[in-house]
């Protein structure tokens, strides 16, 4: 996780829709927001701090900083240049922590934006959403990349529905492993994407006010519990019945005005 020391939103990006340079986020209230994520994290994870940098205000979603995958790191090569500037702290970070990892590049026609777009279903098989940020060129760079390690891995790719609500993966879809069970916005893929996740695991929609409070941005922390920015009783009901029975939520509104929220502001090691 990254600390919101330096967290704003200073430039409107046109995949995203949410980040408005006249809809400033309350730094009291986002530092708030973030230490009470950190701290239920810490219960139940180790959680590594990267420290935060000036004049790079996205920073803090670390999510989109790249994917691990046992000793691989990829780094993101960010789609807008705005964020393309992140990449040399990332690198110098990363490149330290994770001492004894190949790390790896992608080409420069190659977009692909971590964690963000990418989830594991289980230690073999990954679903990376394209079409918005990442696109297919960088889900086939990742996954040569990690088929020529591990030949046993399975990508499938799943394309998004160009729309600038729900512009990365995680965004608009929670994989929720116990139930084998997708929690998932419809309306952000295109209809082979659904069909692609339909093979993979049970899906259920959530509607567009549960969408739009970023519902689908959870984490599973462990075998019982998922943190979540939002939730009604019915969507705490559904955890429930899918195994996930301490359902945890985190307000997130100040996060939101960047477009995102609790998921986007881990990275999973
Ligand atoms: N303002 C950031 C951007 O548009 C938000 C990134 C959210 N991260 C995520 N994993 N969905 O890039």
């Not at 960010?78 to 004894?100: N, S, T, V």
């Not at 990418?118 to 230690?123: E, M, R, S």
């Not at 009604?232 to 899918?242: A, D, G, P, R, V």
């Not at 985190?250 to 939101?256: A, D, H, K, V």
Request: include cysteine; charge should be neutral.
């Amino acid at each position: 996780m990254c600390p919101p020391l330096h967290f704003d939103v200073v430039y409107e990006l046109s995949t995203n829709q949410w980040m408005d340079k006249n809809r400033k986020p309350d730094k009291a209230l986002a530092n708030q927001q973030w230490t009470k994520l950190y701290e239920e994290c810490c219960k139940s994870a180790k959680v590594t701090l990267m420290p935060s940098c000036p004049g790079l205000p996205d920073l803090i979603f670390v999510a989109n900083a790249g994917l691990r995958y046992r000793d691989a790191f990829i780094f993101s090569h960010f789609f807008h240049e705005e964020r393309r500037k992140e990449f040399l702290h990332h690198f110098d970070f990363f490149g330290k922590l994770l001492k004894g990892h190949t790390t790896y590049v992608l080409p420069e026609n190659c977009y692909f934006e971590g964690q963000g777009d990418a989830v594991w279903l289980d230690d073999k098989r990954l679903v990376i959403g394209y079409g918005i940020r990442t696109n297919f060129s960088g889900v086939k760079a990742v996954e040569t990349l990690l088929k020529k390690h591990y030949p046993e891995i399975e990508v499938y790719p799943i394309a998004m529905r160009p729309q600038s609500t729900f512009y990365h993966l995680d965004t608009c879809l929670c994989y929720l492993p116990k139930a084998k069970a997708f929690l998932a916005y419809p309306e952000a893929l295109l209809r082979e994407g659904m069909e692609t996740l339909s093979q993979l695991g049970k899906i259920c929609p959530v509607i567009r006010q549960e969408a739009d409070e970023f519902v689908c941005n959870s984490v599973v922390i462990n075998e019982e519990t998922i943190f979540m920015p939002w939730a009604s009783q019915s969507i705490k009901n559904l955890m429930k019945e899918f195994g996930y029975p301490n359902v945890q939520t985190f307000p997130m509104s100040e996060f939101l005005k960047s477009g995102g929220a609790v998921k986007c502001l881990i990275l999973e090691m």
